[in-house]
């Protein structure tokens, strides 16, 4: 499974999202220590080290988390552990991120309540959700209704932005989103390097207008108070 995963993140479509995700993360938070809460791979965390960035990865995995070190030039710090129980003490971290990993959690807002506890007051929580208004998600259902794929067994859910401030904590507050991923109705089309440059410009310019809103994946920025 950690090696099917692994081998998909290295096709067009992800290399763009992964390197969309990473450009975003960039700009909101600062070079150093951060938490990795669900790093899966490493695919995110392997762009971030390269920046300067130094997080701690975890994952309920011990497959992914070998895949992980097993497949990198770097030495992260790695530990497996639940989302809902970090092993971390309270205000450990200034910076934590989790990403394609509340979409596969049934209580979010226990979720977010950890994140919010091992990150000190005044930093950064970056997360994401499944935008069930979008053409990634008109796909992924027809996709569901007509194909067989492993993939449909997974638990998945889909939020809206409003959503997601109902499920955060008291002392934590959205300041911005940002949406990938607005017009590409299938991954497939970005195997093709020409139609893959043309598709990402296109999606650059969209996620910075209104249509953000109708993007599949919408990264949120949230800061604990």
């Keep these: 499974m950690a090696e099917q995963y692994n081998r998909r993140e290295d096709h067009a479509y992800h290399e763009f ?17 951060a938490l990795d809460a669900g790093c899966g791979c490493g695919h995110i965390a392997t762009r971030l080290m390269k920046a300067g960035t130094n997080p701690i990865c975890v994952d309920m995995s011990l497959n992914m988390l070998k895949e992980f070190t097993t497949s990198t ?16 003490p309270d205000n ?16 979010v807002s ?16 970056v997360v994401d959700i499944y935008n069930p208004v979008s053409i990634r998600r008109l796909v992924k ?34 300041e911005r989103y940002k949406g990938l991923r607005v017009i ?32 599949g994946f919408l990264i949120a920025k949230l800061r604990v108070l």
Aim: proline share 7%.
């Design 141 to 174: 259902g027809v996709s569901k209704t007509f194909t067989s794929n492993p993939e449909h067994s997974l638990f998945v859910r889909y939020d809206t932005i409003r959503n997601l401030k109902q499920y955060l904590p008291e002392n934590v507050q959205m």
């Design 73 to 88: 030039i770097h030495s992260p710090a790695v530990a497996q552990s639940e989302l809902l129980q970090l092993p971390f």
């Design 17 to 33: 999202l992964n390197d969309e995700t990473v450009r975003i993360l960039n700009d909101w938070l600062p070079h150093g220590p």
């Design 184 to 215: 590409t109705p299938f991954g497939s089309l970005m195997d093709s390097e020409s139609a893959s440059r043309g598709l990402i410009k296109l999606e650059n310019r969209l996620s910075r207008t209104w249509l953000k809103r109708f993007a």
């Design 110 to 125: 226990l979720a977010l309540a950890e994140l919010a506890r091992v990150t000190s007051p005044g930093g950064s929580i």
């Design 92 to 107: 450990t971290f200034q910076s934590t991120y989790c990403l394609r990993v509340l979409p596969h959690i049934r209580n």
